[in-house]
């Protein structure tokens, strides 16, 4: 039985990781990790277990830990991985570039897995996207289109930047030098290998991206929707399985997909 630290556990997508985790017989949660607290993992998550604490800090018998919390949050938990060992699933998007370098380092000396989304769907998506681009060319504009909840807090979304990334490198380049954010006023033509992201936010939406290539004469289309948070918190406790015993380095849920049947 592996025993999982979740971090952010009270958070949104943390508490649905929290809650599937207490019914799966693959683990134990032996922390559910938030800001100091005192109150039992069974008065906040729907069918908590009474022993679990909802506590600011872990264990020493925890054997993974997934982070749902904050950028900071993050930084304060690789640390403690560090130190002890431990394997570590990173969820949370909106990190800077200093903290993805630190993210990087950390690789070097433990397990780490970090997706800016934990659908099977999207790592499947991303899969396909440079394929599909080398195949196209730039005669084919791009548009990625991502909606979420009126509560999300960075735009656009880490996963519309990561499809954005995919396309961007399947055509050579770095994304955000072919990136442009909205449009407003007098833009003139579009650049050709140019690449429209755009964040819409509105009331209680889980998650959408659409990837639009479009062409002469044609318009390809994939969307991506989470009816729930289920689609990420599933992926995070199938991530902390597949890394357990995982030698240091950097890895992403494609990894996962790409290697199981």
Not at 56 to 75: H, Q, R, Y
Not at 174 to 184: C, D, K, S
Request: hydrophobic share 40%.
């Amino acid at each position: 039985m592996i025993r999982l630290a979740i971090a952010g556990a009270l958070g949104r997508t943390g508490r649905r990781v929290t809650e599937l985790a207490l019914g799966d017989a693959r683990f134990r949660v032996v922390a559910a990790l938030t800001s100091p607290h005192d109150r039992q993992i069974g008065e906040v998550v729907h069918g908590g277990d009474s022993s679990v604490t909802v506590t600011d800090s872990i264990p020493a018998d925890g054997d993974v830990l997934i982070d749902f919390s904050l950028p900071e949050g993050t930084m304060a938990w690789l640390d403690w991985c560090q130190i002890r060992g431990t394997p570590m699933i990173i969820g949370v998007t909106g990190h800077s570039a200093s903290q993805r370098e630190r993210m990087d380092r950390a690789a070097a000396k433990i397990a780490v897995l970090h997706a800016s989304n934990f659908s099977l769907g999207i790592a499947v998506l991303r899969g396909i996207l440079g394929g599909l681009t080398k195949r196209l060319g730039e005669a084919y504009d791009v548009e990625i289109v991502e909606t979420h909840h009126r509560r999300k807090a960075d735009a656009p979304s880490g996963t519309a930047l990561t499809l954005r990334d995919e396309i961007a490198r399947a055509r050579g380049r770095a994304g955000e030098e072919t990136t442009v954010y909205g449009r407003e006023g007098r833009v003139g033509e579009r650049p050709v290998g140019q690449i429209g992201v755009h964040a819409v936010r509105m009331g209680d939406v889980v998650g959408r991206h659409e990837v639009h290539f479009s062409g002469p004469g044609e318009t390809i289309t994939f969307t991506h929707e989470a009816h729930s948070r289920d689609a990420f918190a599933s992926g995070a406790l199938r991530a902390a399985a597949w890394i357990l015993g995982k030698p240091a380095g950097s890895y992403s849920l494609r990894d996962i997909v790409e290697a199981e049947p």
